[in-house]
């Protein structure tokens, strides 16, 4: 093992190219001050993550995903990982509520894209471009297109889950280098994304987790099954 977090662990394979990453059914929030299980967790982050991944790279957007091993784990790309976290925000949703004052789920007139900085022991601060430059976690190129692979991924999921009944109100993404590209990384699931039913406004989503709804494995299987397309073992 190379690297355990709190959601995944990732394993060092034969070839240095490639890792092994495991995802696990362990619950964080709050910079990880309130802890807990969604039973499946794992499972579901897991197949969503290769199912969209495999939908993007139809889309040309370049990932680190190369194929599933079992229920819970995938094989992918070994990246140096930028240390930029991207969210794409298409509702007020979260964070942007508290920090605007406004009504959570107002909707914007164009995708808002925002850059954090990836560190626990800062609990990730968000940055600007002149802060990613000067420090040297990017260069201009790469943040370049770091922002326009994002919002390639916000135009291909949201139809995708719209047709789904899904709103994607925003998501996290995380990118790195391979071999000198650009290359999405980390995951897609409702650990990332802040997923609405469309018909009932329901979060399907870790805000059930963080906000106590309850039914986090029921909304988190749910929205497997409408990516999936049915009714798969989990």
């Given at each position: 093992?190379?690297?355990?977090?709190?959601?995944?662990?990732?394993?060092?394979?034969?070839d240095?190219?490639?890792?092994?990453?495991?995802?696990?059914?362990?619950?964080?929030?709050?910079?990880?001050?309130?802890?807990?299980?969604?039973?499946?967790?794992?499972?579901?982050?897991?197949?969503?993550?290769?199912?969209?991944?495999?939908?993007?790279?139809?889309?040309?957007?370049?990932?680190?995903?190369?194929?599933?091993?079992?229920?819970?784990?995938?094989?992918?790309?070994?990246?140096?990982?930028i240390?930029?976290?991207?969210?794409?925000?298409?509702?007020?949703?979260?964070?942007?509520?508290?920090?605007?004052?406004?009504?959570?789920?107002?909707a914007?007139?164009?995708?808002?894209?925002?850059?954090?900085?990836k560190?626990?022991e800062?609990?990730?601060?968000?940055?600007?471009?002149?802060?990613?430059?000067?420090?040297?976690?990017?260069?201009?190129?790469?943040?370049?297109?770091?922002?326009?692979?994002?919002?390639r991924?916000?135009?291909?999921?949201?139809?995708f889950?719209?047709?789904?009944?899904?709103?994607l109100?925003d998501?996290?993404?995380?990118?790195?280098?391979?071999?000198?590209?650009?290359?999405?990384?980390?995951?897609?699931?409702?650990?990332?994304?802040?997923?609405?039913?469309?018909?009932?406004?329901?979060?399907?989503?870790?805000?059930?987790?963080?906000?106590?709804?309850g039914?986090?494995?029921?909304?988190?299987?749910?929205v497997?099954?409408?990516?999936?397309?049915?009714?798969?073992?989990?």
């Open positions: 093992m190379l690297y355990e977090g709190k959601a995944k662990k990732i394993f060092a394979t034969a240095a190219d490639t890792v092994l990453v495991e995802y696990k059914d362990e619950a964080t929030a709050f910079d990880g001050t309130k802890r807990g299980v969604i039973q499946s967790k794992g499972i579901v982050n897991n197949r969503m993550s290769a199912a969209l991944f495999a939908l993007l790279e139809s889309e040309g957007v370049p990932t680190h995903f190369i194929k599933t091993i079992d229920g819970r784990s995938m094989l992918v790309k070994r990246l140096q990982i240390p930029v976290e991207v969210v794409v925000r298409n509702r007020v949703a979260g964070s942007l509520a508290t920090r605007l004052g406004l009504p959570e789920g107002t914007l007139r164009s995708p808002i894209l925002e850059t954090y900085y560190s626990d800062l609990h990730d601060p968000m940055v600007c471009d002149s802060h990613i430059l000067v420090m040297g976690w990017a260069t201009p190129a790469q943040l370049q297109r770091i922002k326009e692979l994002a919002l991924v916000n135009e291909v999921l949201r139809p889950f719209l047709d789904r009944s899904l709103e109100v998501f996290k993404l995380e990118f790195g280098l391979y071999k000198g590209e650009v290359v999405l990384g980390d995951e897609i699931s409702p650990d990332t994304c802040r997923l609405w039913d469309i018909r009932t406004g329901e979060k399907m989503d870790k805000d059930r987790f963080r906000r106590d709804l039914g986090e494995r029921e909304a988190y299987v749910e497997l099954q409408r990516i999936e397309g049915g009714v798969h073992d989990v």
